[in-house]
């Protein structure tokens, strides 16, 4: 589908046309479904929600409630991997209270890069850093939600933030030595 008929359905489904939505979601769905299973393969192998319901849950946080400008196909993604960390990150937080554990380890950034079955409460840390991160640099953290979280490459990156691929890389490397910081205490 191209971006001018993505666009169109994009203005047809913020009017409140229920076809248009279904057709966007069928036009994006595969999209969706790689950047699901991106995530989910960073889970614990026990975890149990599954790719369709990380998208729909996610879609439900971005269109459920509110209406919402979205530009183009690389935003909207942008936007889907955002719900669907925070979806992630809110599935982690109840376990962790239904445990009544509750408390954060920290991990070094090289572990949270990886992500191999990573228990809740390293998503609860990588997300507390992250938001820490946000309130220094928020530009930083959402080159790092988009890169780290969505998967997307620094051209991606660029033309979703508006910004030059060589101000993405000055700041993924600042993100990246901050978090490491953050998450061990110590200088990378």
Known sequence: MSEIELSTLLTRARSGDS??????????????????????????KTHTLQTTELIHEAWLRLFGTHEVSVNDRRHLMAL???????????????????????SAIRVSWSDAEELLATPDEDVLAIDNA??????????????????????FLESEVAETLGIS????????????????HRLTGRPE
Do not use: C
């Open 165 to 180: 691929i060589a101000t993405i890389r000055r700041d993924w490397v600042f993100a990246r030595a901050w978090l490491y």
């Open 80 to 102: 889907m991997a955002l719900q669907m960390r925070r979806t992630l990150v809110d599935y982690a937080r109840h376990r962790n209270a239904a445990k009544g554990t509750g």
């Open 19 to 44: 076809a248009a939505e279904g057709e966007l979601v069928g036009a994006i769905y595969p999209e969706l479904r790689r950047l699901a299973r991106r995530y989910l393969s960073a889970e614990r």
């Open 130 to 151: 992250v938001r820490a991160l946000e309130s220094v640099d928020p530009r930083a953290a959402k080159v790092v939600e988009l890169r780290f979280f969505g998967g």
